[in-house]
Nanobody, 112 residues
């Protein structure tokens, strides 16, 4: 049973930073491509970015240059560093493994 647990969400002012973490258990983390998604109220879930098993990253245009995804295979954890946050970044953020397994989400709220 693969389990993903996100943490690190919270309330931050415009221009601030947060780092989300997602720890994976129950399966080999290093063999999984990892994804971050977000869903704002009334909107569809959207892909924020991904990191492959080789550490290659790709990002949505809306977050490029502000967000960074990294992974620590020794800790079975993937990170989403979010800088220069905007109110439009307010959403429930989810991590995903292999586009199969989901975490429960962590709320990020950016105040104007």
């Amino acid at each position: 049973q693969v389990q993903l647990v996100e943490s690190g969400g919270g309330l931050v002012q415009t221009g601030g930073s947060l780092r989300l973490s997602c720890t994976v258990s129950g399966s080999s983390f290093s063999t999984k491509h990892m994804y971050w998604y977000r869903q704002a109220p009334g909107k569809q879930r959207e892909l924020v970015g991904l990191i492959t098993i080789d550490g290659i990253t790709n990002y949505a245009d809306s977050v490029k240059g502000r967000f960074t995804i990294s992974r620590d295979n020794a800790k079975n954890t993937v990170y989403l560093q979010m800088n220069s946050l905007k109110p439009d970044d307010t959403a429930l953020y989810f991590c995903n493994a292999q586009r199969i397994w989901w975490g429960q989400g962590t709320q990020v709220t950016v105040s104007s």
